[in-house]
Structure formats: structure tokens, C-alpha cells
């Protein structure tokens, strides 16, 4: 039976059940609230967020599919805590939301920089933990092909090419 990692471990893909496929449970700019604490009510989030996640497996929902990458917020121990022993299966994702303008950080570093860092998110766990991405994420909009958009949908396809990981 073939299997996918989710938040939980791996899993046979027969026991997915009904899913959302593009899904972002905390949306976050990391900087703002990084810098600005007042702006994230972390305990009155994850509160919010428990009973929306409730209900939806209470309307039948199995799995979702969390598509918060870098440039979103993600924050993998934060959501495994909050999933805790609700009934639902989380997917994670890796990759760089971006229109346009890369982090600094990616601005001097090739697609292979990028790449690895998404392939160890797949292979070896994400954030300090043994959670695994199942799936890439990458984005284009008005802007177009701007080379910062380029360069991650390069690196997610090398990343691709190296452990077969869908793209999203």
C-alpha cells in the first residue's frame, strides 16, 4: 500500500479519506510578528483554529493538505500541537511563497542552495522535528516570471527531481 508523510508519521494513502488539497491554518508574516508581538494572540489563535479544524471534521473531513511554507509563517511544531489528537490528518508542505522579492537570505545563494534546503524539509524533517513535507509549494501571479520567482520554481523542481515529491 503506498503511504504519505503527515504530520503524524506516515501513513497508507487508503486511510486519507476526504480531503481539502490547499489548505493554511495560520497565515502569518514572520517578520511583523516577530517584531511586533502584539499583533499574534498566540492562545486565542490557536484556540480559533482548534474549533475551525474541529468542524471540519465534524463535516466529514479527514485530511487537509497545509500548504504554509517559508514566507507565510510556517510553523510546524506549533500546528502539530495545536492537531494534537483531533481527528484529522495534516499534510505539510515545503517551498518559498513568493510573488516576486526572495527572503535576503536566498538573494546570494543558486537553486541548489534553495533546493537542499526543501529536500532535507523532505527527507529529514522540518524545523527540528521528524515531521516530513509530502508536497512543494510554489506560486506565481501578476507579476510573472520575475527572477525570484524563477529561481524558486527551479529549486522546487530540482527538489522534485530528487525524491519525487509532488508539486503543488
Known sequence: MPQVETLKGPIDTAELGFTLMHEHVFVQSEGVAQN????WDEPAEIDAAREKLRDMADAGVRTIVDLTVLGLGRNIPRLRDLIGDLPLTVI????LY???ELPNYFNFRDEDAMAAFFVSDITDGIQGTDIK?????????EPGLTPGVEKVLRAVARAHRR??????
Do not use: Q, R
Request: hydrophobic share 40%; proline share 8%.
Open 163 to 168: 525524491t519525487g515529491v509532488p508539486i503543488s
Open 98 to 100: 513568493t510573488y516576486n
Open 133 to 141: 513535507a509530502a508536497i512543494l509549494k510554489c506560486a506565481t501571479d
Open 92 to 95: 505539510v508542505a515545503t517551498g
Open 36 to 39: 511586533f508581538p502584539s499583533v
